[in-house]
């Protein structure tokens, strides 16, 4: 019984968490302390953050991500695109 409410309580937190190159998540990495930035962080955020229309669900990105071909998409990348882009 524990196991599940411990199980159930990462979800949570997990699920309120900004997604890495989401607009939100841009912001808030602009205004920590870039010695609090881990090595994926400086790259997520050069990789999404730095040129405007990139971030993780903004219109580029789904348009970037419907030209690259699917079997180059990562699961993360697929599971993005539908919760973004699909809908």
């Known amino acids: 019984m ?3 409410l411990v199980i159930a ?3 949570l937190l997990t699920a309120c ?3 890495p190159g989401s607009e939100k998540w841009c912001a808030a990495k602009k205004a920590q302390a870039k010695t609090e930035w881990s090595g994926s962080d400086l790259a997520t955020y050069t990789r999404h953050c730095l ?3 990139t971030e993780v669900g903004s ?3 789904c348009k970037s991500m419907a030209d690259k071909p699917k079997s180059e998409w990562s ?5 993005t695109y539908a ?3 699909v809908l």
Do not use: Q
């Open 59 to 61: 219109e580029g990105w």
């Open 83 to 85: 919760r973004h882009c």
């Open 9 to 11: 309580g990462i979800l």
């Open 17 to 19: 968490s900004e997604e």
């Open 75 to 79: 699961t993360s990348e697929a599971e």
């Open 2 to 4: 524990t196991r599940i």
């Open 51 to 53: 040129i405007d229309g």
